[in-house]
């Protein structure tokens, strides 16, 4: 197939399911007994009604109501991931980290340990999934980076993907 040369060809490759993104995000994984709780008592997600499998995205707000970030948090049933793109300057986990204080709650920076995919939903075969994508239509998926990720860019791909 060939390469998509315009921003508007890529954005209706994604709309039409199908285009698929890497997905330039921070990963940060949080865990812990109070995790939901404490996520959802700091973002403005209903994060206590969050079932596994799936994504809302979200903002971090000031005490006046500025954003501070914007980020997508993934329940994957043992915890949460919040999914924050590069293009924003401020860390999410440094911002929420003064807030751990007490809590059972954990953040992990696992940037470089996660490769984040747009899918259409048809794509998504037996990955690990998440509903809605933080890119937009379809689903989410993570696999490991490296060999891995280049397997599923090479799947994609010859699924006639781009």
Do not use: C, K, N
Request: avoid cysteine; charged fraction near 25%; proline fraction near 7%.
């Amino acid at each position: 197939m060939e390469p998509v040369e315009a921003p508007r060809d890529e954005l209706a490759a994604l709309v039409e399911e199908r285009g698929y993104v890497r997905a330039p995000v921070r990963a940060i994984r949080v865990t812990g007994a109070d995790a939901a709780a404490w996520l959802h008592d700091l973002v403005t997600a209903d994060i206590a009604s969050l079932e596994p499998g799936r994504s809302r995205r979200s903002l971090l707000l000031t005490p006046t109501g500025r954003i501070r970030a914007d980020l997508t948090v993934v329940h994957d049933g043992e915890g949460f991931w919040l999914l924050q793109e590069t293009s924003q300057p401020d860390r999410i986990e440094a911002m929420l980290d003064p807030y751990v204080l007490s809590s059972d709650v954990t953040l992990h920076d696992a940037t470089d340990e996660v490769a984040v995919f747009s899918i259409p939903a048809r794509a998504g075969g037996g990955r690990a999934v998440f509903v809605p994508a933080a890119q937009g239509p379809g689903v989410g998926a993570m696999v490991a980076p490296g060999d891995p990720a280049e397997a599923m860019i090479d799947e994609l791909r010859s699924a006639g993907l781009v």
